[in-house]
């Protein structure tokens, strides 16, 4: 399994960098993470952020924009404005989260 050293810390990744053990993540490793896909956070990011990382302790799975919408209250149009491109893979991706089933 692939390493990368974040924050003076080695972390799990795959092959496209996204995280595989979650419970690596914390909001400095998420604050990085964001910058690195030139995503600057602010209060609704973390927001929504939140909500994934909630909803996957509960499911055991990444939420799609559906779900992010639908039982998040974040609207696809906001998801967009805030991760703009790919919404839910740049979410799950800053979430410290596998992506969604059916995110290329």
Not at 76 to 100: D, I, N, R
């Amino acid at each position: 399994m692939p390493t990368q050293n974040m924050l003076g810390r080695e972390i799990h990744v795959d092959d496209e960098g996204f995280l595989t053990e979650p419970d690596e993540w914390d909001e400095a490793l998420g604050a990085e993470l964001a910058k690195q896909i030139d995503i600057e956070m602010t209060d609704r990011h973390w927001e929504v952020v939140r909500f994934l990382r909630a909803d996957f302790s509960e499911r055991g799975e990444t939420a799609t924009t559906r779900r992010v919408d639908s039982v998040g209250g974040f609207s696809v149009k906001e998801q967009f404005a805030l991760f703009p491109k790919k919404p839910a893979k740049k979410m799950a991706y800053v979430a410290g989260l596998p992506k969604p089933h059916g995110c290329v």
